[in-house]
């Protein structure tokens, strides 16, 4: 896929979360007693970043695991809501577990299936193409012996 097609998609994705995930935390505050909730996730391929979209913010740096990976944040200063990890250089196409936390309480931590890249089961073959038209005739070769 192009690059930036696929940078200028997932910024797209990113909106859309970042919209919803202003709709839903409309009226609520960062305190622990809020439930914390992952509202979307996106990747920055340009940046081998993972931008996740979460409602209900502690004012304390996040964990961000994938899998079985603690992820590096990225020091990329973001807006409230948004949190930046870093993605492994040798991350695939999957779904991967994603848990975000603040801390040790219930209300500090959310997780959900995340799927990246291009992933899921090969899709049927397509129709058989027209026929081509005919070619020129190629250079003659003589054999003398």
């Given amino acids: 896929m192009n690059p930036d097609i696929?940078?200028?998609?997932?910024?797209?994705h990113l909106l859309v979360a970042v919209l919803f995930a202003s709709a839903s935390a409309y009226g609520q505050t960062t305190s622990s007693t809020h439930q914390l909730i992952?509202?979307?996730?996106?990747?920055?391929?340009a940046n081998n970043v993972l931008v996740i979209?979460?409602?209900n913010q502690a004012a304390?740096?996040?964990?961000?695991?994938?899998?079985?990976?603690?992820?590096?944040?990225?020091?990329?200063?973001?807006?409230?809501?948004?949190?930046?990890?870093r993605l492994p250089a040798s991350w695939t196409p999957g779904t991967y577990n994603l848990t975000v936390s603040y801390g040790t309480t219930a209300t500090g931590s959310a997780s959900l299936d995340v799927t990246l890249g291009n992933a899921g089961p090969v899709g049927p073959q397509g129709p058989k193409g027209d026929?081509?038209?005919?070619?020129?005739?190629?250079?003659?070769?003589?054999?003398t012996i």
Avoid: E, K
């Fill in 53 to 55: 979209v979460v409602a």
């Fill in 60 to 85: 304390v740096t996040p964990t961000v695991i994938l899998g079985s990976n603690a992820l590096a944040l990225d020091p990329t200063p973001t807006a409230a809501g948004l949190v930046r990890a």
């Fill in 38 to 45: 992952i509202t979307g996730a996106s990747v920055d391929y």
């Fill in 131 to 143: 026929t081509g038209a005919t070619g020129a005739m190629g250079p003659q070769w003589s054999t």
């Fill in 6 to 12: 696929s940078f200028i998609r997932g910024l797209a």
